[in-house]
């Protein structure tokens, strides 16, 4: 997150964290490769064909999904459609400010849909009605309720949790319902550079004082499908190695403990 979107923090709390760091520690007690333990609420949401509430820490993100039938784009006539919206709300946090899409919630929206999108989550042939002419048109909406620190995190797996759980009203279309043709599930992992340190899911507090944030998604066959760097900070190319291989590993504990992949 950007210098003017999260604040800035008093140095004797920014020497502190720096100072823990060195001993191995952060402020919560974990060590610097661990995430923090998410919990997920699904079907949070009884009206939408889907839902998941996601917590990491306190920040919060609620996940919608809306189906509808609709024309497809006319470069993939045998496709269904998959479009993906993160709001930010000013209850959230004290800068979001409510109007159009800031830059920040179009970048969330962009990478988690791209780790969906990339790592072939849905089969898109399988929502097509009529080719060429109707598909289903699967929404996701995310909302974020509460920020304290890697939103991208927290939106991927919200998305995801409420796409598992979605079902395709066919009864609107004189068909059957069926559940929304879901695998191959993605799961980012966010870390940040403070000093030489590569934290992984930073609190709020650690993204204030970061140079630089490297998000990478994989899926369970341990392929990466999504990249994406924040911050004007740089990476060497040990550190992207290394971020590639922590993503690759807790990608595959978190599918284990959490989503039950």
């Known amino acids: 997150m950007p210098r003017d979107e999260v604040g800035i923090l008093s140095e004797i709390k920014k020497n502190y964290i720096i100072r823990k760091l060195e001993e191995g520690k952060r402020g919560d007690g974990r060590s610097v490769d661990s995430f923090r333990e998410p919990i997920i609420q699904t079907n949070y949401v009884p009206r939408a064909a889907g839902s998941a509430m996601v917590s ?3 920040t919060r993100v609620l996940a919608g999904i809306k189906i509808e039938l609709g024309e497809p784009f006319p470069d ?4 269904g ?5 993160v709001e930010m709300l000013p209850m959230a946090f004290p800068t979001f400010e409510a109007g159009p899409p800031s830059e920040i919630s179009i970048e969330l929206a962009r990478v988690v849909d791209r780790g ?3 790592g072939k989550t849905m089969d898109l042939q399988k929502l097509v009605v009529e080719p060429g002419k109707k598909v289903w048109i699967v929404f996701i909406d995310i909302d974020v309720l509460d920020y304290d620190g890697n939103l991208i995190d927290a939106c991927t797996l919200a998305a995801v949790s409420a796409l598992r759980t979605s079902v395709v009203p066919g009864s609107t279309a004189e068909l059957k319902d069926f559940a929304l043709p879901v695998d191959n599930i993605p799961v980012s992992v966010t870390m940040v550079k403070i ?3 590569m934290v992984v899911d930073p609190n709020l507090e650690e993204e204030q004082i970061s140079s630089g944030r490297i998000t990478v998604t994989t899926t369970q066959d341990g392929h990466v499908r999504a990249m ?11 550190e992207i190695s290394s971020a590639i291989t922590t993503s690759q590993r807790l990608g595959k504990e978190i599918r284990e403990k959490y989503l039950k992949v």
């Open 81 to 85: 459609v998959l479009t993906t919206n």
């Open 116 to 118: 969906i999108r990339e």
């Open 228 to 238: 994406q760097k924040g911050n004007i900070g740089y990476f060497t190319w040990d």
């Open 195 to 197: 000093g030489d340190k």
């Open 56 to 58: 990491l820490g306190k």
């Open 76 to 79: 993939t006539p045998n496709q």
